[in-house]
């Protein structure tokens, strides 16, 4: 009666399965070198590339987990810097947001290349991001982002994200 296959272990099979699994324990706890900055600096004006274009901010820029962003801290600055700017009045939730929505659709038509694509994709989904945008912003925070984005301050999403953190609905 024949032995099954793997019942021999070649030894130089067994060697080589030992250091690569060693080499996978090894490369697994060094990871990646962390040389990231901390936390993320100002909201800085876009800069433009070797052809002239926009390159946006970029609100998130990857550090590995160990440098994540205070986004807390960020949206206590972006509120430090906004709140003069906003109207002694502030418009009805809805305004706000309708013109929060606008402001967004200009910014991607000023600097994107596909903006005609982006547009149509937002002009799709206005009345459902207008009703998110009532139902979970407030009108400061969506006043908030219609300035910064005029300003090209960076990512609509990430703008949105840290004015609802710096002024929070209720």
């Known amino acids: 009666m024949a032995r099954p296959r793997?019942?021999?272990?070649?030894?130089?099979r067994a060697r080589w399965r030992t250091t690569i699994g060693a080499l996978t324990v090894v490369g697994a706890m060094?990871?990646?070198?962390?040389?990231?900055?901390?936390?993320?600096?100002?909201?800085?004006?876009?800069?433009?590339d070797a052809s002239?274009?926009?390159v946006l901010n970029v609100g998130n820029p990857s550090r590995g987990a160990d440098e994540q962003p205070d986004y807390e801290g960020l949206a206590r600055d972006v509120r430090a810097r906004v709140?003069?700017?906003?109207?002694?009045?502030?418009?009805?939730?809805?305004?706000?947001?309708?013109?929060m929505l606008d402001a967004a659709v200009a910014?991607?038509?000023?600097?994107e290349s596909d903006a005609t694509v982006l547009a149509e994709r937002?002009?799709?989904t206005r009345a459902a991001d207008l009703a998110a945008c009532e139902a979970s912003s407030s009108?400061?925070?969506?006043?908030?982002?219609?300035l910064l984005?005029?300003?090209?301050?960076?990512?609509?999403?990430?703008?949105?994200?840290?004015?609802?953190?710096?002024f929070p609905k209720g």
Request: aromatic share 4%.
């Open 149 to 166: 984005v005029a300003d090209d301050g960076g990512e609509w999403p990430w703008l949105l994200d840290q004015c609802m953190r710096g």
């Open 6 to 12: 793997d019942q021999f272990v070649d030894p130089t």
């Open 107 to 111: 910014m991607y038509e000023r600097t």
């Open 30 to 48: 060094l990871g990646c070198p962390r040389t990231g900055d901390g936390t993320a600096g100002g909201l800085d004006r876009p800069a433009r």
């Open 139 to 146: 009108a400061s925070a969506a006043v908030c982002v219609t």
């Open 122 to 124: 937002m002009h799709a």
């Open 52 to 54: 002239g274009n926009r």
């Open 83 to 99: 709140v003069g700017r906003m109207p002694a009045e502030l418009p009805p939730i809805r305004e706000a947001c309708a013109a």
